[in-house]
């Protein structure tokens, strides 16, 4: 079974549209303010009202809880991915908590976690995501829920049978089907889902 794709940092209508119609399960819009990927709350409110399959989900990494769930409700996120634990969770959309292997704040047990999701992704000290950076698969914990994880950190058309391979729910891909910063390059998504739909297992 295939997993589920999430095209990360749209920025506009149009790359959103290509993503769905290719395949993307999960748009995703980046809300942290120090991302060149950043998106206003009415782009993203558009862009989401316009899909009609692909589900949109927020990046979130100073936004307190509160600001979050607005975002969410005006937005019409179906999730929200946050760099920060919240285990209270939140009231609508579904939380995915987002972490980086090998950073000084990553979680040492999984199991205990309050969230719907994970994401995890590589760690880099400059920025949250998008970065281009493979992490060791083998370091994914032995007891974790993998039909639970979206899996990040440099995955693009020529990993991604390698990537399907971990056998996690999604596979969540930004900087490698770009052509720069927040505009997606409609040759290398298409390539990303042809690769995808010839895996072999």
Request: with cysteine; hydrophobic share 35%.
């Amino acid at each position: 079974m295939q997993p589920k794709v999430k095209i990360c940092g749209i920025t506009n209508l149009g790359d959103a549209l290509l993503a769905e119609s290719l395949g993307a399960d999960f748009i995703g819009f980046v809300f942290a303010e120090k991302s060149p990927r950043r998106v206003s709350e009415t782009t993203a409110r558009e862009i989401s009202a316009a899909l009609t399959r692909a589900r949109a989900v927020g990046v979130f990494v100073e936004h307190s809880r509160d600001e979050t769930e607005r975002i969410a409700e005006e937005c019409g996120l179906w999730g929200v991915q946050h760099y920060t634990y919240f285990p209270e969770g939140f009231w609508g959309p579904h939380y995915i908590y987002a972490l980086r292997l090998g950073a000084p704040d990553a979680p040492q047990d999984f199991s205990s976690l309050n969230c719907d999701y994970m994401l995890i992704d590589s760690y880099d000290e400059k920025q949250h995501g998008g970065t281009g950076k493979v992490f060791d698969w083998t370091e994914l914990p032995s007891g974790i829920n993998r039909a639970r994880v979206f899996l990040a950190g440099g995955l693009g058309p020529h990993n991604i049978c390698a990537a399907a391979r971990e056998n996690t729910f999604s596979l969540d891909l930004s900087s490698s089907v770009e052509a720069r910063p927040g505009k997606k390059d409609p040759a290398k998504l298409k390539k990303l889902f042809t690769n995808l739909k010839h895996c072999e297992g």
